[in-house]
């Protein structure tokens, strides 16, 4: 009886163990598992619960059971559930989690949904939101957050500079120059305390969404069309590698310390007015103004599209996030109809009000109320100028191979030439394995 009895308790820990927090279950219902990071966020979490609580409402035969995970954490905790059968119905990802886990049959193809639909129901998203979330013409996701990543400047350190505020820098050229003069010795103290630039360049896939539009508005990309090998040895894949590090190396007008500032990092340098320009996006604002209120982020920061390379053509990548729903689903219409309901018109308006978010859907990008705010209009206007990682399993370790070369650029351990060639190399390995 004893034996049974510990024997029970361990097998108990354990399933405990590979899931994230449940929130609530319901009996005599029909429960749908959501699985969401934003559920240990203030704002977003608090969106959730009042969209849920709503659905619950209009819906008395659902009932959602909330399972909240960390954004670290959150591909880790899935993949053990579902390889433990017991995968959430309905997860919220970001677009890079969709090759790899449609692969490996975590999540289903909704294009026997949409198919139900009226046929202009997919063309309420944008195109190229949609494109990214298709593998081998099935689409895994409904989109539903859909931000680019932009310059951002402070205007008042533009202003104390002798820049003008109302004109950023559009070219790579201006924004070097622009950078060079907001690198300063604000205190004439013979030492400079504020940088042109906030680099992120430590080790985190976050590094991507800030430092990809330097590589492909050069020209350059990290693989081939085919996918099949790298594209790291291209004249243009070096000139963006070589411009992103040497502003740091040859330039001196990025923050110290590049190797180790993670996102957060850049923006507690943003808003405590020691770098006055990063790449960031819609909810750069708020998270700097939370950091330091006197700043006063929402009025001093500003957006300006990613600069160019000359004439050449711009593009900058975005954040992009949505459900997915499990192939382990004992309801997946129940599912459908949560998904769609979440992406609704209403709800996905609500989203730019409680957290400053542009959606893909166009009709919300439309609204009055996103074109007519001086953030909203811009990220809305750079949606069409956007590309995504290369969807491959691989990417993790690509982006890896990547991030290895750019640490060893910057701290000099190898020219950007050597740290490029060799990255090219590593890549082309890993995909011919």
Known sequence: MKRNLVTSLLVLCLVLSVGPVFESA???????????????EEIWGGWIRDI?????EQNPGIKIELQSTTFADKETVYTTRCEAGVGPDIGDFSFD????????GYIMSVNTFIEQEEPEFIETWSETAISALTVDGNVYMIPGSFYPWLLVYNS?????????????????EEFLENAKVL?????????????????????????????????????GDY???????????????????????????????????????????????LANEKVAMNVGTAFTPGIVDGINPELNAFKVLQFAPFPSYGEKPVFTQATLVGQV????????????????????????????????????????????????????????ENQDRVKFPPAIEEWPETADIVITA????????????????????????????
């Open 26 to 40: 319901a009996q005599g219902k029909t429960t749908l598992t959501y699985f969401s990071w934003g559920l240990a």
């Open 52 to 56: 849920v609580a709503k659905y619950e």
């Open 97 to 104: 989690v969709v090759p790899l886990f449609a692969k490996k």
């Open 156 to 172: 008042k350190l533009f202003g104390e500079a002798g820049l003008d505020p109302c004109h950023p820098p559009k070219t790579m």
């Open 183 to 219: 690198t300063r010795d604000t205190d004439d103290d013979g030492k400079v305390d504020q940088w042109g630039f906030g680099m992120t360049a430590a080790r985190t896939l976050g590094l991507f969404s800030r430092f990809s539009g330097f590589v492909w508005s050069a020209g």
């Open 223 to 269: 693989l081939t069309k085919d996918l099949s090998s790298s594209a790291l040895n291209s004249p243009e894949a070096l000139e963006g590698f070589k411009f992103f590090v040497e502003l740091a190396t040859k330039h001196k007008v990025a923050h110290p310390g590049a190797v180790e500032m993670g996102p957060h990092d850049v923006r507690i340098a």
């Open 325 to 380: 729903i499990s192939a382990q689903t004992k309801h997946p219409q129940e599912a459908w109809d949560f998904v769609k309901y979440v992406n609704n018109y209403e709800n996905q308006l609500e989203t730019w009000y409680v957290n400053g978010w542009t959606s893909a859907r166009r009709d919300v990008t439309q609204s009055e109320a996103i074109t007519s705010d001086k953030f909203g209009r811009l990220l809305v």
């Open 406 to 433: 750019l640490q060893n650029a910057l701290t000099g351990v190898q020219t950007p030439e050597e740290a490029l060639a060799e990255a090219h190399d590593r890549i082309n390995d890993l995909l011919g394995r």
